[in-house]
């Protein structure tokens, strides 16, 4: 959120902003799951001022990337399906994608 309100490359330069994904902001959901300073956690949780700077953003490498941070889970989703691996609530949800 961060980068997103001032992308700029490493020469102060604007650039587009970083595709990432997310959802709950809870820590519920895993969508804004990526590498952070080298170590998979959920950026929703993820507070700026206590992370060792410069902050190192990756994508998660167990699955295929789409666009910058942002990877198809697909398959993990999938097998959650298959399982039922969820506990129903009033049925509604979003995914977000900020692109
Ligand atoms: S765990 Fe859902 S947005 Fe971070």
């Known amino acids: ?4 309100k001032n992308p700029v490359n490493t020469q102060g330069e604007k ?3 970083v595709a990432w994904e997310y959802n709950c902001l809870e820590e519920v959901c895993g969508a804004c799951s990526m590498k952070i300073n ?3 956690r ?10 060792e700077q410069p902050i190192i953003l ?11 941070l942002v990877v198809n889970r697909e398959r993990m989703l999938s097998a959650l ?9 009033d049925g509604t949800y979003f995914m977000g994608l900020i692109v």
């Open 38 to 40: 080298g170590k998979v």
């Open 81 to 89: 399906k298959k399982i039922k691996g969820w506990i129903p609530i």
């Open 15 to 17: 650039v587009r902003s």
């Open 58 to 68: 990756e994508p998660m490498e167990t699955f295929p990337v789409e666009k910058d």
């Open 1 to 4: 959120m961060e980068i997103q």
């Open 42 to 51: 959920q950026a929703c949780s993820a507070l700026v001022d206590r992370l």
